[in-house]
């Protein structure tokens, strides 16, 4: 029941800012013990978890990617964000968003189906 969809550009000029939109249907984003991911994957490599935000608000971010991440959501209408900052050519990836709880039995997950990113010039 729970979906996810990512949407934003798909190109994205070094130096400059990806932004990207996680739109959620089926449940609130508010809704205690829920994360809500972004994950990535450059060409050729594994997955990379980048961030999430709780449903409380709170943001956990990788070490690695902190200085240039930032999360957020909009309650309104169920979605939340992804900015990432002074991007660079190795920042391309498919990325997508997901979540998961352990608040019921069994425990969730849901992926989005992802969306390409490149990022040159």
């Known amino acids: 029941q729970v979906q996810l969809q990512e949407s934003g550009p798909g190109l994205v000029k070094p130096s400059q800012t990806l932004s990207l939109t996680c739109t959620v249907s089926?449940?609130?984003?508010?809704?205690?013990?829920?994360?809500w991911s972004w994950v990535r994957q450059p060409p050729g490599k594994g997955l990379e978890w980048i961030g999430y935000?709780?449903?409380?608000?709170?943001?956990y971010y990788r070490p690695s990617l902190k200085s240039r991440i930032s999360i957020s959501r909009d309650t309104s209408k169920n979605q939340f964000t992804l900015q990432l900052s002074s991007v660079t050519p190795e920042d391309t990836a498919v990325y997508y968003c997901?979540?998961?709880?352990?608040?019921?039995?069994?425990?969730?997950?849901?992926w989005g189906q992802g969306t390409q990113v490149i990022v040159s010039s």
């Open positions: 997901a979540y998961n709880t352990l608040a019921t039995m069994p425990p969730r997950e849901r």
């Open positions: 089926g449940v609130s984003i508010t809704t205690n013990y829920y994360y």
């Open positions: 935000i709780a449903g409380s608000g709170s943001t």
